[in-house]
């Protein structure tokens, strides 16, 4: 459902799986591929303002370096499944030598001297990096601007939000700057902006794509996830991207099948739980008409659907006291001397955590314990769960956060991202796949939530979906 770029060059209209067949084959050269896109952004990203650092020289000089691997050891080549695909990191992440300033005036002039492990693996496995992409202040908040870069527009409409806090890589890939980029996601920062772009973007089990280096090794709320434009892009990133790393405590050893190629899964038989608000949260009405009109593509390929949702009850006491402890642990050092130089809702986050005690960290935990066994034991029962990705559509690009849905306010800037961090506090691996365009001619994603661990099976049905829908 991605609107096509008018005008975009050939190249850039690609899926990231036919390019890296391009270039395999040797019909195209990585430079060429460079050039398509660079020439893509600088026609598109002063409007939209999703790749907030370019670095063209270095960029040049790994493209290069892929077309002569390719020349001197083709067999070496084979192995690198990005080799010569164009991507840029989220400005959450440190890349080498390659300004990283997390949105934050207080790391506007910060060039790490080394690359995050996910960073490594996208560079080991050829893909070529031309710079970072946009995000909000620390990441907090689902609205990507900054007081460093300023705001990242919606492709299908410059005046409203891309989301976030991945909206830098959701807008690039939308408007075919990109082919495939990486976020990460704590309440939704994966899935909110790929359902505002009408891209894909996939939050994987925590400890399937490890964090190195770590910031709380145990945390398993904030992972790191690809997107793509569609599926299979994404699923050829996340092969690149996933397996154990002993640095991170909590990292996954890779399954037996491979997560890229993902063939679409034959739903026959599959027992599926549909739920338009999770039985507690409002959405917009056009969010949960187009959600309800996709439905029949998983009864026509073989799914019982029902009604359906597991007792997230305490979801959001859970998310909030982890998410201020964590901003308070990694932020609240730099606090006393920078505060003026952090944004409302970041200090917020910071105060929250600083004034936490240990008793309520521990009520948390235990409340997030029992909400594990009441989904352990809905999965028990359903395949999988289906829901809106983001309870609103795109909304203003000026605006921060909405105030109200459907009449009901909103007391805190997170709770309109409910339908996404409501999940994240499961653990369970879940997908946000563009599903539908409503009368507003705005994307809505549609969240494809599967038990812990079972992260191929979620791309899987998300693969047979889109397939369906896409016809």
């Known amino acids: ?91 959450l992440v440190p890349t080498k030598d390659v300004r990283t300033t997390f949105g934050s005036p207080i790391f506007a ?53 891309c989301g976030g806090s991945s909206g830098g890589a959701a807008a690039a890939l939308a408007s075919r700057m990109l082919p495939i980029a990486d976020g990460s996601d704590l309440g939704g920062s994966l899935r909110n902006p790929a359902s505002f772009c009408g891209v894909v973007g996939f939050r994987p089990t925590p400890g399937r794509v490890p964090r190195v280096p770590p910031e709380q090794a145990w945390d398993d709320l904030a992972v790191l996830g690809p997107m793509g434009r569609n599926v299979a892009d994404a699923a050829l990133l996340f092969s690149a991207i996933a397996g154990p790393d002993p640095r991170d405590p909590i990292s996954l050893h890779s399954p037996p099948t491979p997560f890229h190629p993902v063939e679409p899964l034959d739903l026959h038989g599959l027992h599926l739980a549909w739920t338009p608000n999770l039985g507690r949260y409002p959405v917009e009405r056009e969010v949960v008409e187009v959600c309800e009109a996709a439905l029949p593509v998983f009864r026509d390929l073989g799914a019982e659907v029902e009604e359906a949702a597991p007792d997230l009850s305490g979801a959001g006491y859970i998310f909030r006291t982890l998410r201020a402890n964590l901003f308070a642990d990694k932020l609240g050092p730099l606090f006393p001397e920078h505060r003026r130089q952090m944004k409302d809702t970041v200090i917020e986050e910071i105060e929250r955590g600083l004034a936490l005690t240990g008793p309520d960290v521990a009520k948390a935990h235990a409340e ?104």
């Not at 202040?137 to 601007?145: D, R």
């Open 1 to 91: 459902m991605t609107r096509r770029a008018s005008g975009a060059p050939d190249l850039c209209t690609r899926t990231a799986v036919d390019l890296a067949a391009l270039l395999a084959r040797g019909e195209v050269s990585a430079v060429e591929v460079l050039e398509a896109h660079l020439g893509w952004i600088d026609r598109r990203n002063p409007e939209l303002n999703a790749i907030c650092t370019l670095d063209r020289d270095q960029a040049f000089e790994q493209a290069r370096a892929a077309d002569d691997l390719r020349r001197r050891d083709p067999e070496v080549a084979a192995a690198k499944p990005l080799l010569g695909l164009p991507t840029a990191i989220k400005d």
């Open 109 to 161: 002039d910060n060039v790490p001297d080394f690359d995050a492990l996910i960073v490594e693996r996208i560079r080991d496995a050829g893909a070529v990096v031309v710079g970072k992409t946009n995000t909000p202040e620390f990441g907090a908040g689902s609205q990507t601007f900054n007081p460093v870069f300023g705001k990242t527009r919606n492709p299908w409409d410059p005046s409203r939000n």
């Open 368 to 471: 997030r314990t029992r909400l594990h066994c009441r989904v352990v034991e809905f999965f028990e029962r359903y395949d999988a769960l289906l829901l809106p990705t983001v309870q609103v559509l795109p909304f203003d690009v000026d605006q921060p956060y909405p105030a109200e849905i459907e009449g009901q306010p909103m007391k805190r800037y997170t709770d309109w991202m409910a339908s996404c961090y409501s999940i994240t506090v499961t653990g369970c691996p879940a997908i946000s796949v563009p599903c539908g365009v409503g009368p507003s001619g705005l994307p809505v994603g549609l969240q494809i939530v599967s038990p812990r661990g079972s992260d191929r099976i979620t791309l899987a049905i998300a693969a047979a979906f889109e397939a369906a829908n896409a016809g």
